[in-house]
T-cell receptor, first 112, second 109 residues
Framework: IAGITQAPTSQILAAGRRMTLRCTQD?????MYWYRQDLGLGLRLIHY???????GKGEVPDGYSVSRANTDDFPLTLASAVPSQTSVYFCASRERENTEAFFGQGTRLTVV | GQNIDQPTEMTATEGAIVQINCTYQTSGFNGLFWYQQHAGEAPTFLSYNVLDGLEEKGRFSSFLSRSKGYSYLLLKELQMKDSASYLC??????????WGAGTKLIIKP
């Protein structure tokens, strides 16, 4: 693994199903983030974690949950998917405050 | 509230110069990032400004005026590969990134 990796790269999901998007980084970055990107709205923060063991809510947290059991992994779970959660999801990490964020390649999720 | 404004779309000619503006209103300010995002790909880092002035990096330069809440990204000698979206992000008092919606830059031959 080099950098930050997301899985799956794309998924079609039936409404009401549970889904976990995976994110792993090997840069030992403290902070990690989940964003969704929708046309015309830019990147919106779902949840974040400033360090292992802590998480926080972003701008659009409803319907999503995260955990940060260790430094490398930051999974995002949709407990019961709805069509409005159709989006491109990006995971990102930063070494510390005011350093640049590195992004995973994204997960394109379609909820039908 | 916190807000980042940048134009939705711009068009420029190959070989020319283009300036993409960004204005921001945030609770506290700890710097401003510019990212490039090609269609279907992840954003990649271009520049970071925290002090007033111009930072030059090859064909790309970024300017910041903290008193005016304003930044711009200047792209010189445009190439077709510069066709992409350019995202502006301000760092607020909690060191969170506040993102603009992005400017889609179209380069014509």
């Amino acid at each position: 693994i080099a950098g930050i990796t997301q899985a799956p790269t794309s998924q079609i999901l039936a409404a009401g199903r549970r889904m976990t998007l995976r994110c792993t980084q090997d840069m030992r970055h403290n902070a990690m983030y989940w964003y969704r990107q929708d046309l015309g709205l830019g990147l919106r923060l779902i949840h974040y974690s400033n360090t292992a063991g802590t998480t926080g809510k972003g701008e659009v947290p409803d319907g999503y949950s995260v955990s940060r059991a260790n430094t490398d992994d930051f999974p995002l779970t949709l407990a019961s998917a709805v069509p409005s959660q159709t989006s491109v999801y990006f995971c990102a990490s930063r070494e510390r405050e005011n350093t640049e964020a590195f992004f995973g390649q994204g997960t394109r999720l379609t909820v039908v | 509230g916190q807000n980042i404004d940048q134009p939705t779309e711009m068009t420029a000619t190959e070989g020319a110069i283009v300036q993409i503006n960004c204005t921001y209103q945030t609770s506290g300010f700890n710097g401003l990032f510019w990212y490039q995002q090609h269609a279907g790909e992840a954003p990649t880092f271009l520049s970071y400004n925290v002090l007033d002035g111009l930072e030059e990096k090859g064909r790309f330069s970024s300017f910041l005026s903290r008193s005016k809440g304003y930044s711009y990204l200047l792209l010189k000698e445009l190439q077709m590969k510069d066709s992409a979206s350019y995202l502006c992000a301000a760092v607020d008092s909690n060191y969170q990134l506040i993102w603009g919606a992005g400017t889609k830059l179209i380069i014509k031959p």
